[in-house]
């Protein structure tokens, strides 16, 4: 059974606004902040990394590598890891959702879930190999989050995609009652 | 509805993806060098923390109000529990005032035994107790953050331990937060004695798991399961005494050097909430440490040169 398209009704895609981006990315931060342990700290998704993805994709002239950049070394200072680290992983993300914006937009969800595997697993391969390089080991069970993450991806783009629908809808109403 | 943002900025897109993601790439190693190497960037990142901690701090809350609401709906069985664990409490106090009795006695008797052998006195250290607030988030580490930071006059170095022994070391402090770093953090040390026979030695963390090992024991030294392990207050850092680790596995095999010994730690490393932060340890008096013997040697060469 073929997935959904992402853009079945082109028509109601309008710009998202700055603040609804920011709340996304701070509800993320707060999703990764919260206390995950043991077994879920290995199978927690990066919440963030798929915020960014997300906007990367669909809004490339907005959200970019600058931007999850400044978010990477805001994750950095919360997860007290090495500055540059989260940013360096992030930066990468942000390239590949740009980059192959154009594409992923034409794709359904179980295509767009292949890409965003290839690249969340890409970010993880950076973060883990600058720990190896720092500290000399690596946990193989980090790359589980990997993968939640990817299964994260198709419900959580039908979420970001209904929440922008349900504030035009809302917005077109009030249109209406105003003669 | 075609989109605006898109349509406007057609002809006007800056450096292309790939010169950005080199830009920023580079700068994110130029960070990741300095931060690994020199650690100069401690001051900007407790400036950053405090844009982070509200969300931090939110994050939280779920946790707590789990633990209020678990505290206010206490059960009947709860209450017979609590009963019970008043009542083991109360036994324990009896017990342990018994013992501080004993212990003062033994205070005074050793500072007299000091004064007449001309010993420095041993210095007793203050304690803060403290709160962990939230787990580290970072798969690799075993650190924990906790609630009392610069504000509470908390320094870099300072031992953390619970009521059984110790936990670990404050390695970073934020103005209103400290970070601990667990003893079973991947290659953290401890100078550790071992409690029967006095035998020193150096505990390292094993980083994965929760367990802790002895490298460097020869196969013939004199350790056995279940031996305690205390500090040995050699470097200044812990103090001496304090429970660590218990000795549960030795692995002597003739083929390597030395022995494989792991430990496990005493006190509840990811168990508790509350922590205690240890202070005003006496500091020891500079180590000559070899940079002197070799200036001295230089010096010698360089006489002799002359």
Not at chain 1, 2 to 26: D, G
Not at chain 1, 96 to 110: A, E, N, P, S, T
Request: charged share 20%; proline share 6%; with cysteine.
């Amino acid at each position: 059974m073929p997935f959904p398209a992402t853009h079945a009704k082109p028509e109601i895609q309008r710009p998202v606004s700055n603040p609804f981006i920011a709340l996304s990315i701070i509800t993320a931060l707060f999703m990764n902040g919260l206390p995950w342990e043991g077994v879920w700290l290995m199978l927690r998704p990066d919440f963030v990394a798929l915020a960014l993805l997300y906007w990367c994709m669909h809004k490339p002239w907005r959200v970019g590598i600058g931007l999850s950049w400044t978010v990477g070394i805001l994750a950095d200072v919360a997860d007290a890891s090495l500055f540059g680290q989260h940013a360096l992983a992030y930066s990468l993300l942000a390239f590949g959702g740009v980059v192959l914006h154009r594409r992923l937009q034409m794709f359904d969800l179980r295509q767009q879930t292949t890409h965003v595997f290839g690249i969340l697993a890409l970010t993880y391969a950076v973060y883990a190999l600058v720990h190896w390089q720092v500290n000399g080991y690596v946990v193989w069970l980090y790359f589980m989050g990997c993968i939640t993450s990817t299964l994260l991806w198709a419900p959580l783009s039908i979420m970001f995609q209904a929440m922008r629908q349900v504030s035009v809808d809302s917005e077109r109403r009030h249109r209406e009652r105003r003669p | 509805m075609i989109d605006q943002t898109q349509s406007f900025r057609f002809f006007n897109r800056g450096p292309s993806p790939a010169v950005r993601l080199v830009f920023f790439a580079m700068l994110s190693l130029l960070l990741l060098f300095i931060d690994a190497r020199y650690r100069y960037l401690e001051s900007t990142r407790s400036a950053l923390s405090v844009l982070v901690s509200p969300i931090q701090q939110l994050a939280t809350l779920p946790g707590v109000l789990w633990q209020k609401t678990g505290d206010f709906f206490i059960t009947q069985s709860a209450q017979r529990s609590l009963a019970n664990e008043t009542e083991v409490m109360r036994q324990q106090h009896q017990f342990d005032a018994a013992q501080l009795q004993q212990l003062q006695a033994l205070q005074l008797e050793n500072r007299q035994l000091r004064n007449l052998a001309d010993l420095p006195q041993r210095s007793e250290f203050t304690a803060q107790l403290a709160e962990i607030i939230y787990a580290e988030r970072d798969v690799f580490r075993r650190k924990v953050l906790i609630n009392k930071g610069a504000n509470a006059d908390v320094l870099i170095g300072q031992v953390v331990m619970d009521e059984i022994g110790i936990i670990g070391q404050i390695t970073r402090v934020y103005p209103w937060l400290s970070e601990v770093t667990m003893i079973t953090e991947k290659d953290h040390a401890v100078p550790v004695q071992v409690l029967r026979n006095g035998l020193r030695t150096i505990l390292f963390g094993a980083g994965d798991t929760s367990q802790l090992s002895l490298r460097y024991m020869p196969v013939s030294a004199d350790i056995r399961e279940n031996d305690l392990l205390v500090t040995s207050g050699i470097d200044g850092v812990y103090p001496p005494g304090i429970p660590v680790a218990k000795v549960i596995k030795i692995e002597r095999d003739p083929a390597y050097p030395f022995a494989r010994v792991s430990c496990l730690p005493l006190a509840g490393v990811d168990k508790h909430r509350h922590l205690l932060i240890l202070s005003s340890l006496p500091k020891l008096p500079e180590r000559p440490a070899e940079l002197s013997g070799s200036d001295a040697g230089k010096r010698a060469k360089n006489r002799s040169r002359n």
